[in-house]
């Protein structure tokens, strides 16, 4: 098949081209590095170093003996998009472009009109230019679980059956999402479903859960390596508390810790996302698969990591600090994902055995995560829903850092600034 993957350079894009083509499957990508620029802004790097991507391609087709094919360019230029949909004429567009941080959209207005511009206008492009040059082209796009937020009932795949003043009827399941890149993703979902009805295109729009991990099959080598953030704004929770446990920093779970949400390996989100790409839907079909594992808590996954930490020789201590973000702790949450099971997914491993694939990835890179320590700990609040950062943000530093292996939990508490006002929380991406 001919798949165009759009966010070709991003953590998950980066990892799915490799798989992809590795199957067989004839594999391009858009890329203009959004994500590498906004890392950068906030002052981090990927804690695992990565190739530009025209090294990358020559690294793959040297260990895969495979090609990708790479197309710079941004997804709100529609001129250049048009171009590169009716030379690739895929069958399949795989939809990862978007900015994905939810702290990073609650930094302050201009954060949330770049994010909301850039994710519900790049979409819309995408529609446009299937609609105008590939209407049977399947479109598989990346939504969130976020977009469902965490209501008192069960989480359907996408549509419920609902009666209503005795009369009956199938409809979208109610989205309340937590942070306003979360709404870019309802808005896109909306628009998505309105192609479908409207132009008889053809999508997966794809609930998906917290990634987290390190390596698929496919990255033999440490030039196929994907990109690894543990920033406030671009680390997802486990991310983060990998990258505190090699440092010797405590996990830094938001609140109470009662959290819940779903998770899924990256090598399983790749998994699913192939499934998705080589099942199309029929034309005119709108189809949404909840893609996620298993659920956990961000206490339970601190206790992982300290758990698989401990058997790797490294001291770690869990240490909570306030929640800024404006969300349940203590929730309700059971979610249905049946869909991809039914069409063949098996998750590949256990979260200890990737927990510890990542600890032991990332002690290799401990120096890179201690120069930017820094960006570990929130600064960016919710609070009263200005996005407002803090006026003295209380940063942990190298100079405040305790010495690796040699801190109690007394010393952690003692130690390091703990939050007394607003701080940011875990960053579901
Ligand atoms: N990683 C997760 O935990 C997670 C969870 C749920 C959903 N998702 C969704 O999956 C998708 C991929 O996530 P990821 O973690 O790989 O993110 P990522 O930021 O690593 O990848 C996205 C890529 O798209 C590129 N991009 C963004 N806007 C672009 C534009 N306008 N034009 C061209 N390129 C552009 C970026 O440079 C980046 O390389 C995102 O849509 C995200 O919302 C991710």
Partial sequence: MNVLILGIDGYIGWSLAMHLAKRG??????????????????????????????????????IHEKDISFYEGNLLDYDFLQQV?????????????????????????????????????????????MKEYVP???????????????????????????????????????????????????????NVHFACRMWRLRSTDIMQGVVYGTRTAEMVDDSLMTRFDFDEWF????????????????????GSGGQKRGFIDLIDSVQCIRIAVENPPSRGEYRVFNQLDEIYSVSELAQYVVQVGKKLR???????????????????????????????????????????????????????IMERSEVILPR?????????????????????ALPQHSHTAAADASSYPHPTSSFATSSES
């Avoid at 890392?39 to 025209?54: C, H, K, N, Q, R």
């Avoid at 949909?85 to 939809?95: F, L």
């Avoid at 609040?381 to 405040?400: D, F, L, Q, Y």
């Fill in 314 to 368: 490294l001291d770690v201590k869990i240490q909570p600090i306030s929640n800024p973000r404006i969300e349940k702790e203590d929730h309700y949450y059971k979610v249905d994902r049946e869909h991809l099971r039914n069409l063949g997914f098996r998750p590949t491993r256990r979260i200890t055995e990737t927990v510890e694939i990542m600890l032991t990835d990332l002690i290799k890179y401990r120096d890179r």
């Fill in 25 to 62: 499957h004839n594999v391009s990508g858009i890329d203009d590095f959004e994500r590498r620029k906004n890392v950068e802004s906030v002052g981090s790097t990927s804690a695992i170093p990565i190739l530009d991507m025209e090294e990358r391609i020559s690294s793959f087709k040297q």
């Fill in 380 to 400: 960016t609040t919710w609070a009263r829903g200005t996005g407002e950062r803090m006026a003295e943000p209380r940063i942990w530093t190298k100079a405040t």
């Fill in 136 to 190: 049977d082209c399947h479109l598989v796009k990346l939504g969130t679980m976020g977009e469902y937020g965490t209501p008192n009932v069960d989480i359907p795949e996408g549509f419920f059956e609902i009666e209503f003043r005795g009369r009956k009827d199938t409809l979208p399941f109610p989205r309340q999402p937590g942070s306003l890149y979360h709404l870019s993703k309802v808005h896109d979902s909306g």
């Fill in 85 to 129: 949909v009716r030379e690739t004429k895929p069958d399949s567009i795989v939809h990862l472009a978007e900015q994905p941080s939810a702290p990073f959209s609650m930094i302050d207005r201009e954060h949330a009109i770049y994010t909301q511009h850039n994710n519900i206008e790049g979409t819309l492009n995408v529609l446009y230019a």
């Fill in 235 to 254: 680390g997802t929770v486990i991310n983060r508390y990998c990258a505190e446990a090699v440092i010797g920093h405590p996990l830094t779970p938001y």
